[in-house]
Nanobody, 123 residues
């Protein structure tokens, strides 16, 4: 059974940093595409960053240069380092694994999802 558990969310002031973690079990992270998504109240789910099984990385334009996605295959854990945070980054952040073949990495076409961790950035 695949499980994804996010942690690391919280409240920070604009300009601050947070590091999100997503611990996975029941699958092999080194072989799996994984991604971070976020969803603010009333908004569509947005792909933030993705990393393929062979290490190809994609970022949303809104976070390029500020966020860094990484994966520790030995720990089966996905990370998202978020720097220079802005109020508009406030959302529920979820990790996902098991991308559907032939889909864009930042489209929400993943089989497995975590429950999410809240990020709130105040101005």
């Amino acid at each position: 059974q695949v499980q994804l558990m996010e942690s690391g969310g919280g409240s920070v002031q604009a300009g601050g940093s947070l590091r999100l973690s997503c611990a996975g079990s029941g699958f092999t992270a080194s072989r799996s595409s994984m991604a971070w998504f976020r969803q603010a109240p009333g908004a569509k789910r947005e792909g933030v960053a993705a990393i393929s099984g062979d290490g190809i990385i994609s970022y949303a334009d809104s976070v390029k240069g500020r966020f860094t996605i990484s994966k520790d295959n030995a720990k089966n854990t996905l990370y998202l380092q978020m720097n220079s945070l802005k109020p508009e980054d406030s959302a529920m952040y979820s990790c996902a694994a098991g991308k559907s073949a032939g889909t864009w990495p930042l489209d929400p076409m993943y089989r497995y999802w975590g429950q999410g961790t809240q990020v709130t950035v105040s101005s």
